[in-house]
């Protein structure tokens, strides 16, 4: 009995492509940077929030399932995401965040 089958799976590297719901034509990984690792953010009120008002840094860009870029704060710029001890917020979406100047 043979336990091993091939697998003909072919991945896209999807951070490439073009954004359909970006109306100048950018790709994913350009519609993310839309707020830059580094920048300080505000948090704006949200129902159910406790954050409203904080203020924190960009650490990560992510995007849910639905390709909606979201963003993960935390009070350094410099964090080891690697770090187990690591502490960040994350699931933040373009609308409940403003950039400080």
């Known amino acids: 009995m043979k336990w091993r089958k091939r697998c003909n799976v072919k991945f896209a590297i999807i951070h490439s492509e073009i954004d359909a719901a970006d109306p100048q034509g950018r790709t ?55 770090s187990i001890y690591t502490h960040v917020l994350c699931g933040f979406s373009d609308d409940n965040l403003k950039v400080v100047q």
């Open 28 to 82: 994913i990984r350009k519609v993310n940077l839309a707020k830059p690792l580094g920048a300080l953010v505000e948090i704006l009120p949200y129902e159910d929030s406790d954050h409203d008002g904080v203020r924190l840094f960009v650490v990560s860009h992510g995007r849910d399932c639905d390709g909606t870029p979201l963003y993960s704060l935390s009070w350094s710029r410099g964090v080891d995401l690697s």
